[in-house]
């Protein structure tokens, strides 16, 4: 893993608009992050950003990342708790653009072998459009 600093020699970010970044080179969302993959992204601001999730589980599945690479929820230090109230603006966001806020939605963050999580770079699973059911598998 490599820490730099991403400085826009233009002044305007690129999209999608990163600045100082831990990144891991061989991590897919660090590449999503970076803009190194190229997908649509449903938000973005300086920490975090959205996209649909590969192999969507309800009709609205979008994963919400912090550009910085944190393996799992638990790795979130105190100089990065400002990342979970990022995550939650970005859903609020995408819940009031989807027109999903007051029928409801479900965030998950899935942490560990255990806890199902299978790409070890901390995200959010927005969910949406239709009941979920509890308890989950
Ligand atoms: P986890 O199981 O770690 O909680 O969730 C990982 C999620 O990432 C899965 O829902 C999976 O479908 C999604 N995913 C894995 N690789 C990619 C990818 O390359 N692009 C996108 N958009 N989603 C991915
Ligand atoms: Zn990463």
Not at 42 to 59: G, K, L, R, S, T
Not at 72 to 101: M, P, S, T, Y
């Amino acid at each position: 893993m490599a820490d730099f600093t991403y400085e826009n020699p233009f002044g305007k970010p690129e999209e999608p608009s990163f600045m100082t970044v831990n990144h891991d080179p061989e991590c897919i969302f660090c590449k999503i992050a970076s803009g190194e993959i190229k997908v649509e992204l449903a938000y973005d601001d300086e920490h975090v950003a959205a996209f649909n999730d590969i192999n969507p589980q309800a009709p609205h599945h979008l994963l919400i990342i912090p550009k910085k690479h944190i393996p799992r929820v638990g790795d979130i230090g105190e100089e990065d708790a400002h990342l979970l109230q990022a995550i939650n603006r970005a859903a609020v966001e995408l819940a009031r653009k989807l027109g999903v806020f007051d029928e409801g939605y479900r965030l998950v963050i899935n942490s560990g072998d255990n806890g199902g999580q299978t790409v070890y770079h901390l995200h959010c699973h927005f969910l949406a459009g239709r009941f979920m059911r509890w308890p989950p598998g």
